[in-house]
């Protein structure tokens, strides 16, 4: 559809003028230009999900043949008298067709046409060598089934999904209470605090690991989830920062109102700020979910002795490890049950994520 | 002075500032615990010399590590693989996230909230399965990338497993990320006044008068936020060639990378006061540069809330 100038409705005139209509098919051809480069960009952007998801459904033998297509493809055959025969592409008087190979030869082959066997065998002149064989599409499962089992999938996910659920429930609790005490209350010092909580971002995680992981060594932590989970209930910087953003958009008339009623500060939170806050509070929860289900390195370092305990990152790279490159299906498929997850939970919450993200990287 | 002129606090204030501190304490409390001491805890550390194991007794050993860092050549390599790997990745951790807004933020695009969910999606993919899924598209036979090299009659390189390739096959692997930075971008073009564009085009500006004039000095806060994140990321990174090659620095030492030299005494040998120096450094390097920044920045960043001198 073209998109002309805007003009008025009623008195249109019968005859665009040229100089409009040059514009507007200027402007077409450019937006056309535009979004195909964009369309171009992106497919190769996401065409690594798809060679994975590809892979994921072959076998290697599948995979290692010779000009393997880009699907699942395996060399069909056909059943003749009891036996199986290779099916190949077969040039018979101008036209292509799929022909099974019964009886190879040097120089003449004979074939069975598998629509009509009862035909019986016909010869052709010519080295059957040079045929290209025909390709049935055949994906397996068994990628899935075997890594379902051999990366302890269920364990794994389980672990994940409940570091990640309880860590949320410490992030937005903790966050919450945090950010209504920036955004709400008047104390010293309250600019200075608020600066350290945000110059935590920039700090390297590093310069706080050797003391913190001996520490919780010496607590016997390490091997338990507590390291991962503990901290969560202490408040993090970027969520504490997009709350505090969006408690202060809250007008302060009804907290007044209740402080009037004789609610306390707690009160006032909980009836009166927490409702008109679910959005942010739920992209806080998102954030959490996401990070949580990707991080790699508190795991690998808390609980790399204890594999039954490991989340799906983790086990996803120790699998990849172990397992040699000939079996790329396998770790495709490990892979893409690892990203899943993430993958529908932003797609469904895609508008109030993106929104979060331009808090806190702009407005900061 | 100050402390005579300010009045007593009234008993309301009183009240709100303590509960203001109650609200705040679970902060308080968890930067105190998890970065304070941790960081105080470091830096004394380095002076001492605790193992994990402590076989031998704990000592107060002056600046010993300090001297064994400058003369730990690993050191000084590893840097120098992190800043020849910052010298590549960093513009296209800054150029490519704002060239995808500029072109997401195109008015002649359709789509265009389409093609923003699909461009950040990938940003959500734990970044264990991208290195996977992208290692795939790497390998130099069956991969994608070389394949389609091969169409356009390029042979193209062993990207992982060739010293001279294997950045430029890392900053392909990272190129995911780049999702965050769209956004960020993209809110920032869209933060860009319409009259500046029409009084350039007035002036006679074409597009790239336009960006050049317009778009890259309104946008020089938000570039320089980039690049300020990117340093200190960059600075940090070893979890791709952990992951790739568990660490060990192939090929040829080209991915022995600082951080992966700090988590391999801390882990693998478990050297916790040199690990600790190791850290300390990496964090005085990283206060160094974003600090050439920040005062870099009164040249080429434009804050359109100041009133401009020249």
Same mark, same amino acid.
């Given at each position: 559809?073209t998109?002309?100038?805007q ?17 507007s ?5 450019n ?26 459904f ?28 290779p099916?190949?592409?077969?040039p ?6 799929e022909?099974a190979?019964?009886?190879k030869?040097?120089?003449?082959s ?21 045929l ?15 890594v ?17 659920v ?5 992030t ?9 005490g ?10 200075f605090?608020?600066?350290?909580l945000?110059?935590?971002i920039?700090l390297? &995680? ?26 969560t209930?202490?408040?993090n910087?970027?969520?504490?920062f ?16 209740? &402080?009037i009623?004789?609610?306390?500060p ?6 009166v700020i927490?409702?008109q806050?679910w ?17 790699f ?10 594999p ?17 490159a ?5 770790i495709?498929?490990?892979?893409l ?5 993430p993958?529908?939970?932003f ?6 994520f ?9 407005e900061? | ?7 007593r606090m009234?008993?309301l ?15 308080i ?6 970065t304070?001491?941790p ?22 050993v ?6 064994a ?6 050191v000084?390599?590893?840097?120098l693989v992190?800043?020849k790997?910052a010298?590549i ?6 150029i490519l996230p ?10 002649s ?18 970044f264990?399965?991208?290195v996977?899924i ?8 069956t991969?994608w ?6 169409l356009?009659?390029?042979?193209g ?7 001279g390739?294997?950045y430029?096959?890392l ?5 995911w ?12 073009l869209?933060?860009i ?7 350039a085009?007035i002036?006679g ?6 960006l050049?004039?317009?778009t ?15 340093v200190?990321?960059v600075l940090?990174?070893?979890l791709v ?10 090929p040829?030492?080209?991915?022995r ?17 040199y690990g600790?120096t ?6 005085l390097?990283?206060l160094?540069?974003?600090?050439v920044?920040?005062w ?15």
């Amino acid at each position: 559809m073209t998109v002309t100038a805007q003009r008025p409705i009623p008195a249109l005139p019968l005859q665009k003028t040229r100089a409009v209509r040059r514009r507007s098919r200027r402007e077409t051809r450019n937006s056309f230009l535009v979004t195909f480069f964009a369309v171009v960009l992106i497919a190769g952007f996401l065409s690594p999900l798809l060679r994975s998801f590809a892979l994921s459904f072959q076998t290697p033998e599948q995979i290692s043949q010779v000009g393997a297509p880009l699907w699942p493809a395996s060399p069909r055959t056909f059943t003749y008298n009891g036996r199986d025969y290779p099916v190949y592409k077969v040039p018979i008087n101008g036209v292509t067709r799929e022909m099974a190979l019964v009886k190879k030869g040097r120089t003449e082959s004979q074939f069975v046409d598998p629509t009509n066997a009862g035909a019986g065998v016909v010869a052709w002149q010519g080295g059957w060598r040079t045929l290209e064989p025909a390709l049935t599409f055949a994906p397996t499962f068994d990628n899935y089934t075997n890594v379902w089992s051999l990366l302890n999938y269920p364990r794994l996910l389980f672990n994940t999904a409940a570091i990640a659920v309880i860590g949320l429930i410490g992030t937005v609790v903790s966050c919450t209470l945090v950010a209504y005490g920036f955004a709400r209350f008047r104390f010293p010092g309250r600019g200075f605090l608020f600066l350290i909580l945000i110059s935590t971002i920039f700090l390297p &995680a590093a310069v706080t690991l050797v003391p913190t992981y001996t520490i919780f060594v010496k607590l016997g932590w390490v091997g338990t989830w507590l390291p991962l989970l503990v901290p969560t209930f202490f408040a993090n910087a970027y969520d504490v920062f997009l709350l505090r953003q969006y408690l202060l958009t809250i007008p302060r008339e009804m907290d007044e109102a209740a &402080a009037i009623d004789g609610a306390g500060p707690l009160r006032t939170l909980i009836s009166v700020i927490v409702p008109q806050a679910w959005p942010v509070i739920i992209a806080v929860a998102i954030f959490h979910l996401v990070y949580s289900w990707n991080d790699f390195f508190a795991p690998l370092i808390y609980l790399s002795t204890k594999p039954d305990l490991q989340t799906l990152a983790v086990g996803l790279a120790t699998f990849s490890a172990n397992r040699s490159a000939q079996e790329p299906g396998l770790i495709q498929a490990g892979t893409l049950m690892t990203l899943i997850v993430p993958v529908i939970l932003f797609l469904m919450f895609q508008r109030v994520f993106m929104r979060g993200v331009v808090i806190t990287g702009v407005e900061k | 002075m100050i402390a005579l002129r300010r009045p007593r606090m009234s008993r309301l204030a009183w009240h709100e500032a303590r509960s203001g501190l109650l609200f705040l304490s679970p902060w308080i409390i968890g930067f105190l615990a998890f970065t304070l001491i941790p960081v105080i805890a470091t830096l004394a550390f380095t002076f001492t010399n605790i193992t994990l194991s402590q076989d031998v007794p704990l000592r107060f050993v002056g600046l010993d590590n300090y001297l064994a860092l400058f003369r730990d050549p690993q050191v000084w390599e590893s840097l120098l693989v992190t800043f020849k790997f910052a010298a590549i990745s960093l513009p296209v951790a800054v150029i490519l996230p704002f060239a995808v807004a500029l072109l997401l933020n195109s008015r002649s695009l359709r789509g265009s909230a389409l093609f923003r969910v699909l461009f950040f999606m990938p940003y959500v993919v734990p970044f264990v399965a991208g290195v996977l899924i992208w290692s795939q598209m790497l390998n130099s036979d069956t991969g994608w990338i070389n394949g389609f090299l091969g169409l356009v009659g390029i042979q193209g390189p062993d990207w992982l497993n060739d010293a001279g390739w294997v950045y430029p096959g890392l900053v392909i692997i990272g190129v995911w990320g780049i999702g965050g930075g769209i956004i960020v971008n993209q809110a920032g073009l869209k933060g860009i006044p319409t009259e500046l564009y029409d009084a350039a085009r007035i002036d006679g500006a074409g597009w790239w008068g336009q960006l050049r004039h317009v778009t890259l000095p309104m946008m020089s806060p938000v570039i320089f936020y980039t690049l300020v994140l990117g340093v200190v990321e960059v600075l940090q990174y070893f979890l791709v060639p952990l992951v790739l090659n568990q660490g060990a620095g192939e090929p040829g030492g080209a991915t022995r990378f600082y951080n992966l030299y700090l988590y391999k005494t801390f882990f693998a040998f478990q050297e916790m006061s040199y690990g600790a120096t190791l850290a300390w450094l990496l964090f005085l390097i990283t206060l160094a540069i974003t600090g050439v920044l920040f005062w870099s920045a009164r040249y080429w960043v434009y804050y359109a809330g100041e009133s401009s001198s020249s």
